[in-house]
């Protein structure tokens, strides 16, 4: 019986360690405003012509993930006029980062960049 209980104490502690490895390897997620202190380049995104001549006017959110060394290493679109969508992804992918420091060491993070036209 103790034998079981022992297997069965490892097993557990051995699965609550894995999925605690596997939290800390996890980008966090900084809040706009946060990411914002952090930026060090803003690379504002092209009107798109064919939007400027149409008087077309909206919002982009881009979701980004920043490297440990402050590079933007993957974007994506969240929501929005997907007319803006690749000179917001080209503008999102030049920005540039203050590293974040989680537990001592540099750490990726993820966050949300809102792009506005003409409003």
């Known amino acids: 019986m103790l034998g ?3 297997r069965c104490f490892c097993l557990m502690t051995a ?3 894995s999925y605690s490895a596997a939290r800390a390897a996890e980008a966090p997620t900084l809040t706009t405003a ?3 202190v952090r ?3 803003k690379v504002p995104p092209e009107y798109p012509q064919t939007a400027k001549q149409l008087h077309i006017t909206g919002s982009l959110e881009v979701q980004i993930t920043v490297s ?3 590079g ?3 974007a994506k679109v969240l ?3 997907t007319m803006f969508s690749s000179s917001c992804m080209a ?3 030049q920005w540039k980062f203050t590293p974040y420091v989680r537990d001592g060491a540099a750490s990726d993070f993820s966050t949300v960049l809102l792009f506005t036209f003409g409003q």
């Open 15 to 17: 699965l609550m360690l």
């Open 79 to 81: 929501k929005g006029n």
């Open 72 to 74: 933007v290493l993957d």
């Open 39 to 41: 930026a060090t380049k």
């Open 91 to 93: 503008a999102a992918k």
């Open 34 to 36: 946060l990411a914002m």
């Open 68 to 70: 440990k060394t402050g």
């Open 4 to 6: 079981n209980r022992l």
